[in-house]
């Protein structure tokens, strides 16, 4: 039995034993001395002679159990595989139903991705006669969209019909996730698309603002945070989803890059005239100064952004542009006869005076090879000397005459 007893219990149990039979020795060997009490008489010499032959007998037992436990080997106490006991796997609580694998989850539970950095597609070498931009520079095209699929369908079909092979990389911004909107993108696979998740909105300045101009004020800092500040574009084009081009659109505004770039008189280039009506337009090759901001297709350069953009306002960014205070007296080249065309009657301007004013305006139509163009007439100090001279020569014409001479240009019904 002791030899299966790893060694630290052995020592334990010996030891006790030990201390168990020392003080049963101890007890004995007291006994002679109760004769010196006058009580000798109370052990018979027959139970003294039993006593002797116990003692002997037990010190003989404690020898032979010092020998055992010097001579029994060193045994490790084997410890347990696991220190403590496996803890029960607890069932897992599932707080939303598990749709099957092959589903796709409802809109409102899906997740907006992180965002990533914008791939752009690969373009392929330019045609002979392409507009061709200064060394190094780098334009995008940043198209708006939110929810109207099939204007931007046809927006894309006008741009994709006169974009050179290079140097004009389109982006689509979208804002929100709306899947109609997402398949025309899919369409067009040299576009880059980039997404606004966040559409929260900031607190308004009059209750009566619609939220559709917050958004879309919201959405242009989003979108051209993404193409001067992500991908670091020189210059970005900016259309929306209801706009087509002119055929010499890109060589318009590769011929205007050079002027924007070296005129710091200039805050934009636009492709678009207000008052460029069709009874009220003839040269496709003129093109003007002007202190209003036109938009509706309009360039502007990175250093614009980066001077607007710590204070772009929450809405109606376009009217806030035109304040003295952002455009600090400097001008924008607009063309007499517009390269853009906006076919937006239903949108976040409920289609106000669409009829009157923005359906009659002219599209160009011809082929201006402007790169072969003289343009040193837009210069500041050329432009506002001939401006001067054209105001001192010209005929005074009554009110009422021009009127009249409205009236009689005005298409018929």
């Known amino acids: 039995m002791f030899r299966r007893l790893p060694r630290v219990f052995l020592i334990v149990f010996l030891s006790i034993l030990i201390l168990f039979i020392t003080s049963s020795l101890y007890f004995l060997s007291s006994l002679p001395s109760l004769e010196t009490h006058g009580i000798a008489g109370c052990i018979s010499p027959t139970a003294a002679a039993e006593q002797a032959r116990r003692l002997e007998n037990a010190k003989a037992e404690i020898e032979l159990l010092k020998a055992r436990i010097a001579s029994a080997p060193a045994q490790a106490v084997p410890l347990p595989a696991q220190p403590f006991p496996p803890q029960p ?58 929810d109207r699929h099939e204007y931007l369908d046809r927006t894309m079909q006008s741009i994709m019909k006169y974009l050179p092979a290079e140097n004009f990389p389109v982006i689509i911004s979208q804002d929100g996730d709306i899947p109609a909107v997402k398949d025309v993108i899919h369409k067009y696979p040299r576009v880059a698309h980039v997404t606004r998740w966040d559409r929260s909105l900031p607190p308004k300045e009059r209750a009566s603002d619609l939220d559709a101009y917050y958004h879309i004020s919201m959405h242009y800092k989003f979108g051209l945070t993404q193409v001067f500040d992500v991908l670091q574009f020189d210059a970005a084009i900016v259309l929306e989803d209801d706009m ?170």
């Open 244 to 413: 087509e081009i002119a055929p010499d659109f890109f060589e318009y505004f590769a011929a205007m890059l050079p002027l924007l770039r070296s005129d710091t008189s200039l805050l934009c280039v636009s492709a678009w005239n207000d008052n460029g009506q069709q009874s009220l337009v003839s040269d496709p090759k003129a093109v003007h100064r002007s202190d209003f901001f036109p938009g509706l297709g309009w360039m502007l350069l990175r250093s614009l952004w980066q001077e607007l953009r710590p204070r772009w306002p929450n809405a109606y960014w376009d009217d806030w542009l035109r304040n003295p205070e952002q455009r600090l007296g400097r001008q924008c080249i607009r063309p007499e006869v517009s390269r853009t065309y906006t076919f937006g009657a239903h949108g976040s301007s409920q289609g106000q005076f669409f009829d009157r004013y923005l359906r009659p305006i002219k599209l160009n139509d011809q082929m201006v090879l402007w790169s072969q163009e003289d343009l040193s007439h837009l210069s500041k100090d050329k432009y506002d000397v001939a401006f001067m001279g054209q105001l001192a020569s010209a005929r005074q014409i009554a009110l009422e005459d021009l009127v009249t001479y409205a009236a009689k240009q005005r298409p018929r019904r």
């Open 89 to 146: 796997q607890l069932p897992q609580v599932q707080l939303v139903p598990q749709l099957p694998q092959s589903a796709e989850p409802p809109h409102f539970l899906q997740s907006p991705p992180v965002p990533q950095t914008p791939q752009l597609p690969q373009l392929i070498p330019a045609p002979v006669g392409a507009p061709s931009l200064p060394g190094g520079v780098r334009v995008a095209v940043i198209v708006f969209c939110y």
